[in-house]
């Protein structure tokens, strides 16, 4: 992600917030010697970014990890369920 500042902001996003989200806002702002616009999208953008990584990236123990390579290292085997699943058109394709 490019840094705040760095590439022209022709986006503009509204928000509306209570008094007293803007006063905490606008607090931390000024404790992080931010502008309130600057601190609201650092802050947004870092949430998103853990949000999406949340969709991809599986923290687990070393135990688990070993299982889960364990798992793939296994010789495939037939799944009629599974088959089942991919013989079937999929709802996003439409009728």
């Known amino acids: 992600m490019p840094?705040?500042?760095s590439t022209a902001r022709t986006a503009?996003?509204?928000l509306r917030a209570t008094p007293e989200?803007?006063?905490v806002l606008r607090r931390a702002a000024e404790v992080a010697h931010k502008s309130l616009t600057d601190f609201i999208l650092d802050a947004?953008?870092?949430a998103a970014e853990e949000a999406l990584l949340d969709q991809r990236?599986?923290?687990v123990s070393g135990s688990q990890y070993q299982a889960i390579l364990d798992l793939l290292d296994r010789p495939e085997s037939d799944s009629p369920?599974?088959?089942d699943l991919f013989?079937?058109?999929p709802v996003w394709a439409g009728p």
């Open 57 to 59: 990236l599986f923290m």
């Open 87 to 89: 013989s079937r058109r």
């Open 12 to 14: 503009r996003l509204g």
């Open 3 to 5: 840094a705040a500042g």
């Open 81 to 83: 369920g599974l088959a």
């Open 21 to 23: 989200q803007e006063a």
């Open 44 to 46: 947004a953008c870092r």
